[in-house]
């Protein structure tokens, strides 16, 4: 369709613009935000309330009343505003009402944690007690793998003196199995409690549940923490050797190293110190890395067991692939040049190439009686002094 004539620009994407020029008169975005903020109309506030009489505050409970209704029958499933009215009822010292629209919430949505957690806040800051426990009781049956729950039940138990109770709690907690932490809360509780041998039985059935590397060494740490030293060589297993009676695990398949020292002249405790460590080691098998034997020989160390310490490394060495012990062949040189004759520093040099890249012999000086250290790269040596 041609564009209208007479000078009209006509509509459509057949329009002509008449006059392409600049305008006169220019105004820049700033002035346009400028002029909107002062041209906008004050923000009405609402006046403050005061509440001369009873009947008025009755009033002013029924209106608000209504607008909560009004707004959770228009949105249901906002557990928000749920909370929000029952909040304002408990403002109000109307704990009944509180509970009851708390107790509406759940059927819309029961297993919203901060639901439950918004409830219990309630009862417990207006000093409720037993309706605490009574919704404590329900949540962790509804909800037991949540941890936060079992935490602060237990929690408001100690803090309220009632040991007993808490306790009660964390064996019902225990029942399912949970992950570390609840049995290392547990472990604590004990120990603030000062029962130590409880500490160690829950400790004992953590390492039967979860029997890990990391759950060993938590047992081994925490007997050395009480200056338990024997009991923290077989606490690096007690659990372990029930575990294995049910396995049937025949002493033949046993390291040789361990039913050499048990037929040494040693105590009845420490032979089951050994086998205890013994039956560990078989337990976990391959999942053991170098850092759980090199832990386990310097615990030795430090309990003076210089032997014990070096049976734990040779073991260790002839257990684990050559490529996953180079940290533990260099703490095996380290020891043996601190702790070893010269038969055993020169067995612990080469052996047979574990080390990758540099190898370090170690040579005792017959004259001097000092140690020459020198790298060995491709058959090739440099000695240094």
């Not at 205890?276 to 759980?292: M, T």
């Not at 014990?308 to 260790?316: D, G």
Request: one cysteine or more.
């Amino acid at each position: 369709m041609p564009p209208k004539q007479g000078g009209s620009t006509g509509m459509g994407k057949h329009a002509q613009v008449r006059n392409k020029s600049a305008n006169p008169n220019q105004i820049t975005a700033e002035q346009l935000l400028r002029e909107a903020v002062d041209r906008q109309a004050a923000e009405a506030v609402a006046p403050r309330q005061r509440i001369a009489d009873e009947d008025e505050l009755m009033m002013y409970k029924v209106r608000k009343r209504k607008e909560y209704e009004d707004i959770i029958r228009r949105q249901r499933q906002n557990i928000g505003s749920w909370v929000k009215y029952a909040q304002w009822e408990a403002s109000q010292q109307e704990y009944r009402r509180s509970r009851s629209i708390f107790e509406r919430a759940l059927h819309v949505e029961y297993q919203n944690v901060s639901l439950w957690l918004k409830y219990l806040e309630m009862e417990m800051k207006n000093k409720f007690v037993n309706h605490a426990r009574n919704l404590f009781d329900r949540v962790v049956q509804l909800l037991p793998r949540v941890d936060q729950f079992w935490y602060k039940y237990a929690y408001m138990e100690e803090l309220l003196a009632n040991y007993a109770g808490a306790r009660t709690i964390y064996e019902r907690w225990m029942e399912w199995e949970p992950e570390d932490n609840p049995w290392l809360q547990y472990v604590k509780f004990e120990e603030r409690c000062g029962e130590l041998d409880k500490a160690r039985k829950v400790l004992e059935r953590y390492v039967s549940c979860r029997p890990t590397q990391q759950a060993f060494l938590r047992l081994c740490k925490f007997e050395e923490k009480h200056n338990n030293a024997a009991a923290g060589r077989n606490g690096v297993m007690k659990q372990a050797e029930l575990r294995l009676e049910a396995q049937d695990v025949f002493p033949s398949r046993r390291p040789p190293v361990f039913r050499d020292r048990a037929s040494a002249a040693e105590s009845d405790h420490a032979i089951r110190e050994s086998q205890g460590f013994e039956k560990a080691v078989e337990l976990l098998g391959n999942e053991l890395d170098e850092k759980f034997y090199i832990k386990f020989a310097l615990f030795e160390q430090r309990q003076r067991e210089m032997e014990r310490a070096q049976a734990i490394f040779k073991l260790a060495l002839d257990i684990l692939p050559k490529g996953a012990s180079d940290e533990l062949y260099r703490a095996y040189v380290s020891f043996e040049k601190q702790h070893g004759d010269r038969d055993a520093i020169e067995e612990a040099g080469p052996n047979s190439g574990r080390c990758l890249g540099d190898v370090f012999l170690v040579v005792r000086s017959c004259f001097s009686g000092f140690y020459l250290l020198f790298p060995f790269f491709g058959g090739e040596g440099t000695f240094f002094f």
